[in-house]
């Protein structure tokens, strides 16, 4: 089930109040805002998976991996994006960074949810999937023994709570899995495979008819979107919006970091990758972060394509890299 402007849980979803773990228990209880730099800033998405910190230890019995639709889940997702992107001034409310914090996991709730059911416009030609590392929490609701933890970075919207048939999860880490030729809204895009290039024997094309990226949008699309389509199509090859994908909103708290969170991200969104037929997959990482560049290399990835300093001040942000990795085997680039 998603999150809807109607439901019930997103009219109360206001009154929770985010959290953090107890330096004296492993119980999740009360909120505390973190230090922060001098402006309330979006981290790079792929900054927040290879920060160093104390190196913890936890039973791997107790995380599950998945891709998932669950609305409880997705929260958590979003819960995570807002905890590891986003940073305050020091001088700034408890409840204003409260207030802000609550603003943004309500608006990466609403964009997982309109990106997996294809509602959001500019994602029409992209299939998306939300992975998530979820840590089992106690019966009890307390963090099991062994999970080192910073408690200023935990919170309880990261915490998908108990049903009838599953225990209470703490989410750890995500990403999005997006297929389609380009991601949306991003400049740097991937150029292979083309129309042009044979499509790799063995790989699953069984999916291509299926997900937001089938192109059945009636009369949502627009004629020219229709024609490019369309021509595609009769070219008689795989069309591209199948055979490329890209990684998005990386991302894993920091109280979880240098546990493996993010090679798990990286397995499993190669497992999803994989099933939907996708052939070469990509990310973008900031050219200044080297952490999350030889993070990427170590999964297999290598830059293929890279900004001009000159171009990304034209924009506004930090150059870029992108690379990429053949999704049916090893390491390799385009």
Same mark, same amino acid.
């Given at each position: ?32 805002? $973190? ?79 309109? $990106? ?219």
């Amino acid at each position: 089930m998603y999150p809807t402007a109607s439901d019930d849980s997103k009219r109360d979803r206001h009154h929770r109040r985010p959290v953090h773990v107890s330096p004296g228990s492993r119980r999740v209880t009360s909120w505390l805002p $973190k230090p922060c730099s001098d402006l309330v800033t979006r981290s790079s998405s792929d900054a927040s998976s290879v920060a160093p910190t104390t190196a913890p230890s936890l039973d791997p019995s107790k995380i599950a991996v998945r891709a998932t639709t669950e609305s409880a889940e997705l929260r958590g997702a979003a819960a995570a994006r807002a905890l590891a992107f986003y940073t305050y001034p020091s001088d700034r409310s408890e409840f204003s960074i409260r207030s802000h914090r609550n603003m943004r996991i309500d608006a990466e709730w609403d964009a997982i949810g309109e $990106k997996i059911r294809g509602e959001d416009v500019a994602f029409r030609d992209t299939r998306v999937e939300c992975v998530v590392v979820a840590l089992t929490l106690d019966e009890d609701g307390a963090l099991p023994d062994g999970f080192a933890y910073d408690a200023n970075t935990l919170d309880a919207a990261c915490v998908v709570p108990k049903s009838e048939t599953t225990p209470a999860l703490l989410i750890l880490g995500t990403l999005d899995v997006n297929q389609g030729a380009k991601l949306p809204a991003e400049e740097l895009a991937g150029m292979h495979p083309g129309t042009d290039d044979p499509v790799p024997e063995g790989t699953d094309i069984s999916q291509d008819s299926f997900g937001t990226n089938k192109g059945n949008y009636g009369n949502g699309e627009s004629d020219f979107d229709a024609k490019i389509r369309a021509y595609e199509d009769s070219l008689g090859t795989r069309p591209v919006r199948y055979r490329r994908g890209y990684l998005s909103n990386v991302c894993v708290l920091a109280a979880a970091r240098r546990l493996g969170i993010g090679h798990l991200l990286m397995e499993e969104s190669l497992k999803v990758g994989k099933t939907w037929g996708i052939e070469t997959m990509y990310v973008h990482v900031e050219a200044e972060n080297v952490g999350a560049k030889r993070f990427y290399e170590k999964n297999g990835f290598e830059v293929c394509e890279q900004e001009t300093e000159a171009y990304a001040l034209s924009l506004s942000r930090p150059r870029r890299l992108l690379l990429s990795r053949t999704v049916g085997g090893g390491a390799g680039g385009e």
